[in-house]
């Protein structure tokens, strides 16, 4: 209420793993499976009341994120496959190149023509990105310092300006053209999960009590 945080009911007590919205009438949430209540994947704040949404053949949604109401990104978890929702439906979407074995960790953009996607190869053991720029999905080049590592946390300021962070303390830079290792630590420096910003700060935390932060 812009005060205070208050608990809301909603029709299932299954484990909730994301959230996004683009207003206070549209914020979409992902459920796990088990529990009781409403067996749909999806979960939709209309203002007022949550509703039940189905995901493309019911499938289990891990990440969801979005750059406007009819811009939205979901990730399959039990599949490499992710969906999107156009204000409308929700579709599958194959990227090139993706096989079994890909954990989707998250998502970033700035827009519907500018969208990162962080993902863990398990097969290869490493850490993979895509970029979406309104047309497809192209696997990105990381320095090959990264192989081995994996990345999780993505934040950014603009489409100049994305960071990532990652296992053994690592956090990446796109300027624009090209990713960059940032900040090197120890191979046993602590993992980093999540990275976000504000103005001239940025701040890395994650396993261990590990906390990063970064002025520029």
Not at 18 to 44: F, M, N, Q, Y
Not at 122 to 147: C, I, K, M
Request: charged share 20%.
């Amino acid at each position: 209420n812009g005060s205070q945080w208050k608990r809301l009911p909603v029709p299932t007590d299954h484990d909730l793993n994301s959230i996004w919205g683009s207003s206070a009438s549209d914020v979409w949430v992902a459920r796990s499976p088990g529990g009781t209540g409403s067996e749909s994947k999806l979960l939709h704040w209309n203002g007022t009341t949550w509703e039940s949404r189905d995901s493309v053949d019911d499938e289990i949604i891990g990440h969801v994120y979005g750059t406007a109401a009819n811009d939205v990104w979901a990730t399959e978890e039990l599949s490499s496959r992710i969906q999107h929702w156009d204000g409308s439906r929700w579709t599958r979407m194959t990227i090139n190149g993706v096989g079994g074995g890909f954990l989707w960790n998250g998502f970033w953009g700035s827009g519907r023509n500018d969208v990162w996607l962080v993902a863990r190869d398990t097969a290869n053991e490493e850490a993979v990105f895509f970029h979406w720029d309104g047309t497809s999905w192209r696997r990105q080049t990381l320095p090959d310092e990264v192989a081995a590592t994996s990345c999780e946390g993505l934040w950014g300021s603009s489409p100049t300006d994305v960071w990532a962070a990652c296992s053994f303390g690592r956090v990446l830079h796109y300027d624009g053209m090209a990713w960059r290792i940032d900040q090197r630590e120890e191979l046993t420096s602590p993992s980093l999960f999540a990275i976000a910003g504000s103005g001239a700060d940025l701040w890395a935390v994650g396993t261990l009590g590990g906390i990063l932060h970064r002025s520029r």
